[in-house]
T-cell receptor, first 118, second 114 residues
Framework: DTGVSQNPRHKITKRGQNVTFRCDPISEHNRLYWYRQTLGQGPEFLTYFQNEAQLEKSRLLSDRFSAERPKGSFSTLEIQRTEQGDSAMYLC????????????????FGDGTRLSIL | TQLLEQSPQFLSIQEGENLTVYCNSSSVFSSLQWYRQEPGEGPVLLVTVVTGGEVKKLKRLTFQFGDARKDSSLHITAAQTGDTGLYLCAGVSPRGGATNKLIFGTGTLLAVQP
């Protein structure tokens, strides 16, 4: 399977603990996105990487959240000192293209990591 | 803030019926994508529309992008139980720079009964 891969699929943790999720994009894709989706809602944008550079972060991404994409391949999203409100599905997507030429390129999503905070 | 409103939010129909889902905004989008999402899975791309007035067909699904590129519709003919899922529209803002992040609609949950 050459699609977007996310691990783990599910994470259950106690409030206050740190968690880290991993995303492996489609290999030739230079763009990588993180989104968050709560039950019954559409996904909301969190952050964007072009190759290894993090070029945009949403205001939803508080200072407890950090994302990296070393070497422009896989990406990690870490949440420190988790809170109840962090419970959600965290989705990763990748696409190909740069600048305006990339605007019509579809984003391909992984199956997400579902985070539950006890 | 750019919002994409979808209607209806929920739809339960019998197999064989037709339906239309609407995606509306006051903002213009460079392109608009439709996804279907099943429980516990990520959204799966159905189609991308780019040109105002564009119509695309995917078997029993017909997608239309509004002339002003502010709205879109998805029409399903003779729905099947396999069409059940959450339908999401998502737009790319022309003011979004090079990020091309998706702004998702509120979603339409479709249940097709046998």
């Amino acid at each position: 399977d050459t699609g977007v891969s996310q691990n783990p699929r599910h994470k259950i943790t106690k409030r206050g603990q740190n968690v880290t999720f991993r995303c492996d994009p489609i290999s030739e894709h230079n763009r990588l996105y993180w989104y968050r989706q709560t039950l019954g809602q559409g996904p909301e944008f969190l952050t964007y990487f072009q190759n290894e550079a993090q070029l945009e972060k949403s205001r939803l991404l508080s200072d407890r959240f950090s994302a990296e994409r070393p070497k422009g391949s896989f990406s990690t999203l870490e949440i420190q000192r988790t809170e109840q409100g962090d419970s959600a599905m965290y989705l990763c997507a990748s696409s190909l293209g740069t600048g305006f030429l990339g605007s019509n390129q579809p984003q391909h999503f992984g199956d997400g990591t579902r985070l539950s905070i006890l | 803030t750019q919002l994409l409103e979808q209607s209806p939010q929920f739809l339960s129909i019998q197999e064989g019926e037709n339906l239309t889902v609407y995606c509306n905004s006051s903002s213009v989008f460079s392109s608009l994508q439709w996804y279907r999402q099943e429980p516990g899975e990520g959204p799966v791309l159905l189609v991308t529309v780019v040109t105002g007035g564009e119509v695309k067909k995917l078997k029993r699904l017909t997608f239309q992008f509004g002339d002003a590129r502010k709205d879109s519709s998805l029409h399903i003919t003779a729905a099947q139980t396999g069409d059940t899922g959450l339908y999401l529209c998502a737009g790319v803002s022309p003011r979004g720079g090079a990020t091309n992040k998706l702004i998702f609609g509120t979603g339409t949950l479709l249940a097709v009964q046998p």
